[in-house]
C-alpha cells in the first residue's frame, strides 16, 4: 500500500482565497484525521471521521474550515476564505478501529504545507 | 488539545549515546504511544504499551508506563545520527480520543 496520500504537498495562495486540501486514506481503514501543526501550537486535531461520518469536529478553529468524506478513499479539508494565521502544515491521518480493537495506531501522509500570504 | 508533555524540549547528544525521553500525563488512558517526526515529514507510529503494561521492547527502543503518575519514558539506545527527529508521545483514551504533546526535538551528532 502506498500509505496516506495527500495532495497538494505545497500550497501557497493569498489571503482571502479558497484553499483545498486533498486526502486518500490508507485502503480498509475506516477512520480519518485532519491535524494542523504550528510551531506555537502544536499538533491539534481538527476532526476525524469514523466511516465517512464526521464524528468530532470540535477542534476546527471556525466557520472558515470545514472538512467533507464522501467515501471511504477520499476527504476534503477546505478553508474559505483563507487567512496568514492559517499557515501550518496540515497532516491527514487514517486507521483502523472496531469496537474491540483497544489501540488507535495512526498513518500519516506527508503533510502540507500551506503558506497564505 | 494536547495532554501529553514531553520533557525536554529538546536534547542533543553524540552518537552512541542512550536519549531519554519523558512524558506525562492527566486523564485516564488505554494505551500510550510514541511517533517519530523527521523534518518535513509526517509522524511515524514506533511503539505502543497498554494501561496494564509497565514496559515494552522494540529493537533498540525501550519503553516504560507508571499510570500511578501518569508518566512514560522512551529511551533510545546507542543512538545513531539517522535517530535525529523529533519524538511525540500520544495518549489514547479510547473512543478516537487521541492527544499529542509538543514533542522533544532530539539531535544525535555524529
Known amino acids: 500500500d502506498a500509505g496516506v496520500i495527500q495532495s497538494p504537498r505545497h500550497e501557497v495562495t493569498e489571503m482571502g482565497q479558497e484553499v483545498t486540501l486533498r486526502c486518500k486514506p490508507i485502503?480498509?481503514?475506516?477512520?480519518l484525521f485532519w491535524y494542523r501543526q504550528t510551531m506555537m501550537r502544536g499538533l491539534e486535531l481538527l476532526i476525524y471521521f469514523n466511516n465517512n461520518v464526521p464524528i468530532d469536529d470540535s477542534g476546527m478553529p471556525e466557520d472558515r474550515f470545514s472538512a467533507k468524506m464522501p467515501n471511504a478513499s477520499f476527504s476534503t479539508l477546505k478553508i474559505q476564505p483563507s487567512e496568514p494565521r492559517d499557515s501550518a502544515v496540515y497532516f491527514c491521518?487514517?486507521?483502523?478501529?472496531?469496537?474491540?480493537?483497544?489501540?488507535?495506531?495512526?498513518?500519516f501522509g506527508a503533510g502540507t504545507r500551506l503558506s497564505v500570504l | 488539545s494536547q495532554q501529553g508533555e514531553e520533557d525536554p524540549q529538546a536534547l542533543s547528544i553524540q552518537e552512541g549515546e542512550n536519549a531519554t525521553m519523558n512524558c506525562s500525563y492527566k486523564?485516564?488512558?488505554?494505551?500510550l504511544q510514541w511517533y517519530r517526526q523527521n523534518s518535513g515529514r509526517g509522524l511515524v507510529h514506533l511503539i505502543l504499551i497498554r494501561s496494564n503494561e509497565r514496559e515494552k521492547h522494540s529493537g533498540r527502543l525501550r519503553v516504560t508506563l507508571d499510570t500511578s503518575k501518569k508518566s512514560s519514558s522512551l529511551l533510545i539506545t546507542a543512538s545513531r545520527a539517522a535517530d535525529t527527529a523529533s519524538y511525540f508521545c500520544a495518549t489514547d483514551a479510547g473512543n478516537n480520543d487521541m492527544r499529542f504533546g509538543a514533542g522533544t526535538r532530539l539531535t544525535v551528532k555524529p
Open positions: 491521518a487514517s486507521s483502523f478501529q472496531t469496537e474491540h480493537l483497544a489501540k488507535n495506531i495512526q498513518y
Open positions: 485502503s480498509g481503514h475506516n477512520s
Open positions: 486523564t485516564s488512558i488505554n494505551n
